[in-house]
T-cell receptor, first 108, second 113 residues
């Protein structure tokens, strides 16, 4: 079993939809959880960062971590075409481990 | 502007011809790392460095070398490239390991023929 599992999609939604992206992980030692966004032909950029369980909100983006079920989520409200990218979850216990990424397309 | 700079952005080379991909960061970060990204396999860590002259293997180190002689620079060396090293490579830096995330460069697309 991979340490961090992520559905690769692709996921296609209409503009304005609520998007839910999810990952599961197996290593209980992970304490730090991140979401990266990667546009085509660009490097990943850190989008959201969460320590331990709980929610974190930043504008249209909400990150959730449930350590009891080893499940992390990213919600995007009022999705925009500019949100079209690959989203990678990442977990860390000092060493950062990435999911494989989910390709999201938001259609105008 | 705080950034990680890699060069070149694109490189086509032949099997066995030594090459170096440069990486430099201007954020005074202690940690630097190299990743490769392949379809279906995601981002995999090649090597990382915790400080000057301190490096360690990541998940896929075979066929690669690194050095960290200065804090800001972390070059990736392929002494005898092979076609299975065709990939998209990213350099990244961090203030404190992976726990607070890495800042990534724009990537180097390497093709070995």
């Amino acid at each position: 079993q991979k340490e961090v599992e992520q559905d690769p999609g692709p996921l296609s939604v209409p503009e304005g939809a609520i998007v839910s992206l999810n990952c599961t992980y197996s290593n209980s030692a992970f304490q730090y959880f991140m979401w990266y966004r990667q546009y085509s032909r660009k490097g990943p950029e850190l989008l959201m960062y969460t320590y331990s369980s709980g929610n974190k909100e930043d504008g249209r983006f909400t990150a959730q971590v449930d350590k009891s079920s080893k499940y992390i989520s990213l919600f995007i409200r009022d999705s925009q075409p500019s949100d079209s990218a690959t989203y990678l979850c990442a977990c860390s216990n000092y060493k950062l481990t990435f999911g494989k990424g989910t390709l999201l397309t938001v259609n105008p | 502007e705080a950034q990680v700079t890699q060069n070149p952005r694109y490189l086509i080379t032949v099997t066995g011809k030594k090459l170096t991909v440069t990486c430099s960061q201007n954020m005074n970060h202690e940690y630097m790392s190299w990743y490769r990204q392949d379809p279906g396999l995601g981002l995999r860590q090649i090597y990382y460095s915790m400080n000057v002259e301190v490096t360690d293997k990541g998940d896929v180190p075979e066929g690669y070398k690194v050095s960290r002689k200065e804090k800001r620079n972390f070059p990736l060396i392929l002494e005898s490239p092979s076609p299975n090293q065709t990939s998209l490579y990213f350099c990244a830096s961090s203030l404190n390991g992976g726990n607070y995330g890495y800042t990534f460069g724009s990537g180097t697309r390497l093709t070995v023929v």
